[in-house]
C-alpha cells in the first residue's frame, strides 16, 4: 500500500498503530522522536507521515516547520490530544494537511490515510485492470468475480504495481514500499511473495512480469 512514517512517542499507541497499519498492509516505520523522524524522512521517502505534537526535544510543529522548509511534499497526519482551535490553526499553517484528536477509533485512522493518499496522486478507490477489480477501501481484489485471498505483504506488492500498470516498478522500490526498516528481509523474500500473487492472479488475471536488472511490471492479460 505505502511506506509510512509514525512519531510517537508513546510506546503502546505506537506498537498499536504500527499493528494497524502493517494489518492493512503498509510498511510502516516508528520514530520515537522529532530528531530521529527528521532523520528517517532523509533516509527514505514515505508516503505520509503520522505525527503527534507533543514529542520529547523539538515538538511536532517544529518537526512540520522543518519538512515543509526541506521542499518535503509527504502528507502530514497529525495526532494529539490537544482540542484547541488554536492549536490545530497553527499545525495546519506549518503545513499540516489533517489532523486526528487521541483517542480515536481505528477505523477512522483508517480512512484518514486513505483520504490523505487519494487526496496527494494515489489511483481512485476502484482500480479495474483487466480482468482484476481492486477495491483499495476495503482492500479486496477479485480476477472475474473471483475473490483473491491476498496476504498483506502480497496485497502490498499489488497495490503498488497497480499504481504504474504497464510500467516498470523497479525491485529497490517495491522492497522499501513493502518491508519496514525493521522487518528482517531474505534475500528472496520479495521473489516468494510475487510468486505467491502471480499464482493467485491466473489464469484470467493480468500478468507480472519480470525484467532481469529493472524490475516488475504488470500487463493486462
Not at 499493528?19 to 532523509?42: I, M, R, S
Not at 515543509?68 to 494537511?97: E, F, M, N, S, Y
Not at 480515536?104 to 481512485?124: K, T
Amino acid at each position: 500500500m505505502a511506506r509510512i512514517l509514525l512519531v510517537e512517542d508513546d510506546p503502546a499507541l505506537s506498537r498499536g498503530i504500527i499493528a494497524l497499519l502493517k494489518a492493512a498492509g503498509h510498511a510502516a516505520d516508528c520514530a520515537k522522536d522529532g530528531e530521529t523522524a527528521l532523520f528517517l524522512a532523509d533516509s527514505e521517502p514515505c508516503s505520509l507521515v503520522i505525527l503527534d505534537i507533543g514529542l520529547p526535544g523539538i515538538s511536532g510543529f517544529e518537526v512540520i516547520k522543518r519538512l515543509r522548509a526541506r521542499g518535503c511534499k509527504t502528507p502530514i497526519l497529525v495526532l494529539t490530544a490537544r482540542d484547541h482551535v488554536t492549536d490545530r490553526v497553527k499545525g495546519l499553517d506549518l503545513g499540516a494537511d489533517d489532523y486526528l484528536l487521541k483517542p480515536f477509533n481505528a477505523s477512522e485512522l483508517g480512512a484518514r490515510v486513505r483520504a490523505l493518499r487519494r487526496d496527494h496522486g494515489d489511483p481512485s478507490p476502484v482500480v479495474v485492470i483487466g480482468n482484476l477489480t481492486i477495491d483499495r477501501t476495503h482492500a479486496t481484489a477479485e480476477v472475474c468475480g473471483r475473490p483473491l485471498q491476498l496476504r498483506p505483504r502480497e496485497w502490498a506488492v499489488l497495490d503498488r504495481l497497480i499504481a504504474k500498470p504497464g510500467e516498470v516498478v523497479s525491485k529497490e522500490r517495491l522492497i522499501a514500499e513493502v518491508f519496514s526498516f525493521d522487518d528482517a528481509v531474505a534475500p528472496n523474500a520479495l521473489e516468494v511473495h510475487i510468486a505467491r500473487l502471480r499464482k493467485k492472479l491466473e489464469p484470467d488475471g493480468p500478468a507480472i512480469r519480470t525484467l532481469r536488472g529493472l524490475g516488475y511490471m504488470l500487463k493486462a492479460s
